[in-house]
């Protein structure tokens, strides 16, 4: 099955700056790239996704690439407040088959 | 729509004892899949189906089995609970292919 890596697995950062998450993937059949948040105590939501035939969107502050040839997707978010602090997670499938979840990455945003 | 609907929220079993978690989705989606959630390790697959009638094993299947009788309904089967299996379970939904998943607001379950 798919094996997704998520790094860094915590991540601190000052209101207003940038957060990158990087995660990588193993099979190159995946073609669906999720990216959710989970805040403390509640479940999981999406807040962005990309499909392999594109290799960057965005949405507002956020936005997400996909580097096919490297088995690498990145989420970027941009001008964090601290309402952006959270968990994220990455996700890899092929057509919602077997979608695999990295680790996570705690973000927080120090005002 | 309720949306993804599980029950019950919480639960305490003793060990070697069995239960259902229920899932129930109002959207007519097509996937669902069952992941466990526990401190560090992120969701881990653990059932998932593309449709009535259709499931397959995730990443940790071992000691849980589903069926898939209508579109609606994907309730998960913890066999003969083990303290392991101590967890948070989420549900999830999306209606085909590249859709995002809409997650249920789990069951935390407490093996003893």
């Known amino acids: 099955g798919e094996n997704v890596e998520q790094h860094p697995s915590t991540l601190s950062v000052q209101e207003g700056d940038s957060a990158v998450i990087k995660c990588t993937y193993s099979d190159s059949a995946s073609n669906y790239f999720p990216w959710y948040k989970q805040e403390l105590g509640k479940r999981p939501q999406l807040i962005i996704d990309?499909?392999?035939?594109?290799g960057e969107k965005k949405d507002q502050r956020i936005a997400v690439t996909l580097n096919k040839t490297a088995k690498h997707f990145s989420l970027h978010i941009t001008e964090t407040q601290p309402e952006d602090s959270a968990v994220y997670f990455c996700a890899a499938a092929y057509n919602n088959n077997d979608m695999r979840f990295g680790a996570g990455t705690r973000l927080t945003v120090k005002p | 729509n309720a949306g993804v609907t599980q029950t019950p929220k919480f639960q305490v079993l003793k060990t070697g004892q069995s239960m259902t978690l229920q899932c129930a989705q109002d959207m007519n989606h097509e996937y669902m899949s069952w992941y466990r959630q526990d401190p560090g390790m992120g969701l881990r697959l653990i059932h998932y189906s593309v449709g009535a009638g259709i499931t397959d094993q995730g990443e940790v299947p071992n000691g849980y089995n589903v069926s898939r009788s209508t579109t609606e309904d994907f309730p998960l089967r913890l066999l003969s609970a083990a303290p392991s299996q101590t967890s948070v379970y989420f549900c999830?939904?999306?209606?085909?292919?590249?859709?995002?998943?809409?997650f249920g607001s789990g069951t935390r379950l407490t093996v003893v």
């Open positions: 999830a939904s999306s209606p085909s292919p590249g859709d995002g998943y809409t």
């Open positions: 990309i499909r392999s035939n594109v």
